[in-house]
C-alpha cells in the first residue's frame, strides 16, 4: 500500500469505521441526571447554593485542599487569580507559549503583560532548563500548565519561584485527578485552576474552580465571584441582618445550584472515570509501539497522568495528512490548540524561531478518541486505522 493507495478511505476506500468515531464525549449517566432533577426541583436555582457548598466541599476532600471554589470556568479561575494579586499594570507573567489561550486571558484581564516561554518538545510542559532565563526584573508570576493531564514539574517551579519571591498559578484545567509525587495536582502552587468543562474528565457541562490553601485568596474570591459582595457569609453563615454589603468590584462567576449537583455526581465516578481512560490509553500504547516514527508524549518521573488527553507524535511533515486520512477511515483525529505566538492576538510575543520546543511538539501532535464510554470496537477501529494510514505512508 502507499500514500495514494485506492484502500485508503481518503483516496476513496471503504473507511475502517462507517459510523465516525469521535473525539471526546461526556460521560453522563443516571446518577448525572438524578443529581440534577433533584436540584432542579428543590428550586434552589441560583448560584453558590447548598450543592455547590457541597461539590467544594467532597472536591477540597478528594484533592486534599484546603479551599475550592466552584466558578463559571478556569478562564474566570484564572482572571480571579490574577485580580486577587493587584499585581502594578506592565509586570511580567510568564506563560507556556504551547497551551490554551485562557492561560494568557488571566493576566492579560488584570494589565499584566506575557512572557511567553517555550516547552518541552515530547510532552508540551514548561521546559525547566529554560525557564530562568525569561525571569526579568519585572516578572511577578508563573503559570504553568499541566498539558493532556501529565504533570508539569512543580517542585522545581516553586523553587524558581522562592529563589525570585513569585506567584507561582497552577492551571491545572485539564489534570483533575492526576497525581504528582504522591499528591494529587492542585496542591502545589499558590493556586490552581481546574476546568470542568464539557470536554473534560470531570463535567458540569461549563465550570471551574479555583483551589488554595491561603485563606486570604480564597475569602477575596469568594467576595470577587460573587459581584463583589459578602453574600458568602450572609448565605453561610446565616448573619440575618437581612441584606448584604457591597464591599468590593466583582463580577459574576457563581454557578448555578444544578451545576453543583452535577459536579457532585460527577465527582462519585472521577476515579473510575480516569481508570477507564487509563486502560484505553495502556490499550493504544500496547497495540501502537511497534509502529516505526510513531511516538508518543513523555510522562513526568514520579507522576500518573489521568489521561486527559491521548496524544501520538507523527512525522512533522505529514501530520495534515495522516489526520485527513485518519478522519476518513472515521476516527476524529484532531490537532488541539496551536502555540500561542502563531495566534494573531500573540503574535508579536515572538516567532517560530524563539520557541523551538513548542514548534516540535506541536508539529507532530495528533489526539486520539479517549473517553470512558468508548467501546472496544471503536479502540480496536483506531488501532487498525492508524495502522493502515502508517503502513501506506511508510510504504512509499
Ligand atoms: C490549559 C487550559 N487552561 C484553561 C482552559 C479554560 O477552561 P474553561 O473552558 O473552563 O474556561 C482550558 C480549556 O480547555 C485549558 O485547556
Request: hydrophobic share 40%; aromatic share 10%.
Amino acid at each position: 500500500m502507499s500514500k495514494s493507495d485506492s484502500k485508503l478511505a481518503i483516496n476513496g476506500g471503504k473507511p475502517v469505521s462507517e459510523k465516525p468515531v469521535l473525539i471526546h464525549k461526556p460521560y453522563l449517566m443516571e446518577d448525572d441526571f438524578a443529581a440534577v432533577d433533584r436540584a432542579i426541583r428543590s428550586r434552589f436555582v441560583s448560584g453558590d447554593g447548598p450543592d455547590c457548598r457541597e461539590f467544594e466541599r467532597q472536591l477540597a476532600q478528594y484533592l486534599g485542599a484546603r479551599h475550592v471554589l466552584f466558578v463559571n470556568s478556569a478562564t474566570s479561575a484564572l482572571e480571579l487569580a490574577f485580580r486577587v494579586k493587584g499585581f502594578p499594570p506592565g509586570s511580567e507573567v510568564i506563560v507556556p507559549d504551547f497551551t490554551y489561550t485562557s492561560t494568557a486571558l488571566g493576566p492579560l484581564y488584570n494589565n499584566l503583560a506575557i512572557r511567553l516561554a517555550d516547552v518541552y518538545p515530547d510532552n508540551g510542559n514548561l521546559d525547566l532548563a529554560k525557564l530562568e532565563g525569561y525571569i526579568t526584573p519585572k516578572t511577578v508570576a508563573i503559570v504553568a500548565v499541566d498539558y493532556a493531564g501529565n504533570p508539569v514539574e512543580m517542585d522545581e517551579i516553586m523553587q524558581l519561584a522562592n529563589k525570585y519571591n513569585l506567584y507561582v498559578v497552577h492551571d491545572t484545567a485539564q489534570s483533575i485527578g492526576s497525581v504528582y509525587k504522591g499528591r494529587k495536582t492542585g496542591n502545589q502552587g499558590h493556586v490552581s485552576t481546574f476546568s470542568f468543562h464539557g470536554t473534560k474528565n470531570l463535567t458540569t457541562g461549563e465550570g471551574g474552580a479555583v483551589v488554595t490553601s491561603d485563606d486570604q485568596i480564597a475569602d477575596r474570591i469568594r467576595i470577587l465571584r460573587e459581584k463583589g459582595t459578602n453574600k458568602y457569609s450572609f448565605l453561610t453563615d446565616n448573619i440575618t441582618r437581612g441584606y448584604y454589603e457591597y464591599v468590593d468590584i466583582g463580577n459574576s462567576y457563581v454557578q448555578s445550584n444544578i451545576l453543583g449537583a452535577l459536579g457532585t455526581s460527577q465527582l462519585a465516578r472521577l476515579d473510575w472515570m480516569n481508570a477507564e481512560r487509563k486502560k484505553i490509553a495502556e490499550y493504544y500504547l500496547h497495540n501502537l509501539k511497534d509502529i516505526p516514527n510513531l511516538g508518543f508524549l513523555r510522562q513526568t518521573g514520579d507522576s500518573s497522568t489521568n489521561w486527559h488527553i491521548f496524544v501520538i507524535l507523527v512525522p512533522r511533515e505529514e501530520k495534515y495528512w495522516i489526520m485527513d486520512a485518519l478522519r476518513a477511515e472515521g476516527i476524529h483525529a484532531n490537532v488541539h490548540y496551536t502555540p500561542l505566538h502563531r495566534n494573531a492576538y500573540y503574535k508579536h510575543l515572538g516567532a517560530d524561531i524563539d520557541f523551538p520546543g513548542a514548534m516540535g511538539f506541536f508539529g507532530g501532535l495528533l489526539r486520539l478518541p479517549v473517553y470512558p464510554s468508548l467501546g472496544f470496537e471503536e479502540m480496536g477501529k483506531t488501532i487498525e486505522a492508524v495502522r493502515k494510514v502508517f503502513s501506506a505512508l511508510f510504504a512509499d
